[in-house]
């Protein structure tokens, strides 16, 4: 789970600019992109707990998303 990148101030931005919010899970999660995940969600994904279910699950934007969404109008055209 290294194709992510952890910051709750991010994650704000993604949800102001309503982006796709996306349920990632380290075990199931082809890792086509980066993602965007809150503080502590690497973490939390990287440990299982068979008792609790969805545990290893996060919730992700992905990063060329942002990076899309952000992007000078001219870039968007292009």
């Given at each position: 789970?290294?194709?992510?990148?952890?910051?709750?101030?991010?994650?704000?931005m993604c949800?102001?600019?309503?982006?796709?919010?996306?349920?990632?899970?380290?075990?199931?999660?082809?890792?086509?992109?980066?993602y965007i995940?809150?503080?502590?969600?690497?973490?939390?994904?990287?440990?299982?707990?068979?008792?609790?279910?969805?545990?290893?699950?996060?919730?992700?934007?992905?990063?060329?998303?942002?990076?899309?969404?952000?992007?000078?109008?001219?870039?968007?055209?292009?």
């Amino acid at each position: 789970m290294h194709n992510c990148i952890e910051s709750d101030a991010l994650m704000g931005m993604c949800r102001a600019l309503s982006l796709v919010e996306r349920r990632i899970c380290s075990a199931t999660t082809i890792m086509d992109d980066i993602y965007i995940v809150g503080a502590g969600s690497i973490d939390k994904m990287e440990r299982t707990m068979p008792d609790v279910p969805n545990y290893n699950v996060a919730q992700a934007f992905k990063l060329s998303d942002y990076l899309l969404a952000t992007a000078p109008v001219d870039v968007k055209e292009a």
